[in-house]
């Protein structure tokens, strides 16, 4: 069952929710009175500028970061009493053009008749090198791709070495908006004999439009199509955020429900809710 309880697992995101929801409302009346006086560029976005509203949610930001994000699926297609839940942990170090980001997922996934795996999954970590000039309002990246099979559990992980690819583009728009899109490709090179290959595309379109005293509107539920397994997850995401300073750097808090509109295989979520604390320091 790995290193980590069922529970622990799902009070690890109950607890992120609860932060999540908590800062979000924590200062509404603030921020009011902040928008009164929104002839000061700063305060129209909560304390921050237009920029460091824009890099919170860039994932080509020149900074380093801690992000603590979780999706709880609350309902899976044809077994509606089954869930589950992962955490995941993702630090981001800067180094001139490169953007290394690791996934570290601690999950909680059904097994059948009412029983569940928990613990660490499959590490991945990608290395996106900027190929656009400081200054770009559309920033590129592309670079290698790494998966680790250290899952506790067949049931948490594919036991496979994968390498494969990441893109990323980002377009920055006044007022601190982002639109942009995060892809990625792995496919399987060596492992477990006895666990299927993989190949999976993975795309993330990102939208976050900002509203003004630091809040914003975000969509970034992630595609996920299974080429090996001819599985496929299409989800639509609709949430609010808010960005502002704090720990010696930004903040980002946000709570984003994912409705599915298209899948293909069994057992895919239904519904996901996905929250996330986002830390950011200069490097």
């Avoid at 697992?9 to 607890?15: F, K, P």
């Avoid at 993975?202 to 199509?225: D, E, H, N």
């Amino acid at each position: 069952m790995g290193g980590c309880s069922r529970r622990q697992t799902c009070r690890l995101g109950a607890s992120l929710a609860v932060v999540v929801i908590s800062t979000l409302g924590s200062t509404a009346a603030a921020q009011e009175s902040q928008a009164a006086a929104a002839e000061a560029p700063a305060s129209a976005a909560g304390g921050v500028s237009a920029e460091q509203m824009a890099k919170a949610n860039n994932p080509l930001a020149d900074m380093n970061a801690l992000n603590l994000q979780d999706s709880w699926v609350p309902t899976v297609n044809g077994a509606p009493d089954d869930h589950s839940n992962t955490m995941y942990v993702r630090p981001v170090v800067v180094s001139g053009k490169q953007i290394i980001r690791a996934t570290i997922p601690i999950s909680t996934t059904p097994l059948g008749n009412g029983t569940y795996a928990s613990g660490l999954g499959d590490i991945n970590v990608f290395d996106a090198i900027k190929v656009t000039g400081e200054g770009a309002t559309t920033d590129l990246a592309v670079g290698p791709l790494l998966v680790l099979p250290t899952a506790a559990s067949d049931a948490l992980g594919q036991g496979k070495w994968q390498a494969g690819a990441a893109g990323v583009a980002i377009h920055s728009m006044p007022g601190g908006s982002v639109l942009g899109a995060l892809v990625t490709y792995q496919a399987s090179f060596a492992g477990d004999e006895n666990r299927s290959a993989t190949s999976i595309l993975a795309a993330q379109p990102i939208v976050t439009l900002s509203m003004g005293g630091g809040y914003y509107f975000r969509s970034s539920a992630t595609w996920v199509f299974d080429l090996e397994q001819h599985r496929a997850l299409v989800p639509f995401g609709a949430g609010v955020g808010r960005v502002f300073k704090g720990l010696g750097g930004v903040v980002n808090v946000f709570i984003e429900p994912q409705y599915t509109v298209y899948a293909r295989g069994a057992g895919q979520p239904a519904l996901q809710l996905y929250t996330g604390v986002n830390l950011q320091w200069g490097k």
